[in-house]
């Protein structure tokens, strides 16, 4: 091993409201701020995803190539139906152009994800009544 993984790094308008999204949904707390950077991980001491303001963002066009995805996270969930409810009201909007299994959304900026049903091989997704909220989380940590 050469190294390891820290942050899978998204490029975005606006990396406060973007990190926002992906707190609620993944249920990661935001562990880093700043006006062009944030961070969202279990702990300050852990990767996760950042967000990185880019001015001249401009989205993916599902599922044209001629702006192709450039990336797309698979989220397990154990109910897609009831899961696209939620993201839908967290900001996110039902994309069209995969078959009649496909539950691919985008999130407010347009970047693709797929909610896919969780494997038996996984603990089932647990909610809890005390989600985080990034907009709630100090800035702390480094990057």
Request: glycine residues 8%.
């Amino acid at each position: 091993m050469i190294g390891r993984a820290h942050h899978v790094v998204i490029d975005c308008p606006d990396p406060a409201v973007l990190a926002g999204f992906y707190s609620k949904l993944l249920g990661l707390a935001v562990t880093y701020r700043s006006r062009d950077w944030v961070v969202i991980a279990e702990d300050d001491t852990t990767s996760g995803f950042a967000f990185q303001l880019a001015p001249d963002y401009q989205p993916p066009v599902w599922p044209q190539a001629d702006r192709p995805q450039q990336y797309h996270l698979d989220v397990m969930v154990d109910d897609v139906d009831a899961a696209g409810l939620e993201v839908v009201k967290l900001g996110a909007r039902a994309l069209s152009g995969g078959d009649a299994r496909s539950h691919v959304y985008a999130d407010p900026v347009g970047h693709p994800f797929c909610l896919i049903t969780r494997p038996a091989w996984a603990p089932p997704i647990h909610r809890t009544g005390d989600e985080r909220d990034a907009s709630a989380a100090p800035a702390v940590g480094t990057y």
